[in-house]
């Protein structure tokens, strides 16, 4: 089945420092990928998303491009800040619109 | 505003209680899930519904029950048979059937067994 790997965290920077989450897929097809955020105690919230081969999706200075030759969606910040600091999850969804695969989570600490 | 709301924020239960997680969304979506959060850990499927008055078990269902009466309802009961019931729950909704759309999110309830 469809799955979605992620880099291990927990990721640690200093403020001001260049980010980069790995996350790979494995489908049948081509799927829409997401990427999530949750801050402490809250629920998720879509960062971004891509819906075909080479899309970049971004939001709040955060990028992902949608690679299929290397089935992968790395999300990527210029410059983080203390208030990043939160969980960063990968996720796919096939194009027929059934349930996700969620990535097992990436925990970002940024230090000031 | 259109959205997703879970409730209680906090829950606490006592040994072999039932207790009732809400979950009500305004976004005419069709589909709505629910997971569990333990600290440090992913997120794992309970039960999701495409359409009212059908649901579906996930990946850790025992233990649990819900509901799909409205479309904009999908509560979630936790009985007395899930021994480890302590975690965070979360609710989405979503658009069925065409790829691209996200879940949208409840801000989510903590569940405590005292």
């Known amino acids: 089945g469809d799955s979605v790997t992620q880099m291990e965290g927990p990721v640690t920077l200093s403020e001001e420092a260049f980010l980069t989450i790995n996350c790979t897929y494995t489908a049948t097809g081509y799927p829409s990928l997401f990427w999530y955020v949750q801050y402490p105690g809250e629920g998720l919230q879509l960062l971004l998303k891509?819906?075909?081969?080479?899309d970049k999706g971004s939001n709040k200075g955060f990028e992902a491009t949608y690679r299929k030759e290397t089935t992968s969606f790395h999300l990527e910040k210029g410059s983080v800040q203390v208030s990043d600091s939160a969980v960063y999850f990968c996720a796919s969804r096939d194009n027929y619109g059934q349930n996700f695969v969620f990535g097992p989570g990436t925990r970002l600490s940024v230090l000031p | 505003d259109g959205g997703i709301t879970q409730s209680p924020k906090y829950l606490f239960r006592k040994e072999g209680q039932n207790v009732t997680l809400s979950c009500e969304q305004n976004l005419n979506h069709d589909a709505m899930y629910w997971y569990r959060q333990d600290p440090g850990q992913g997120l794992r499927l309970i039960y999701y519904s495409q359409i009212v008055n059908d649901f579906q078990k996930g990946d850790i269902a025992e233990g649990y029950s819900v509901s799909r009466e409205k479309k904009e309802s999908f509560p979630l009961t936790v009985t007395s048979a899930q021994k480890n019931p302590t975690a965070f729950y979360l609710c989405?909704?979503?658009?069925?059937?065409?790829?691209?759309?996200?879940?949208?999110f409840g801000s989510g309830t903590r569940l405590t067994v005292v």
């Open positions: 989405a909704s979503s658009v069925t059937g065409v790829g691209g759309y996200g879940y949208t």
């Open positions: 891509a819906t075909k081969a080479d």
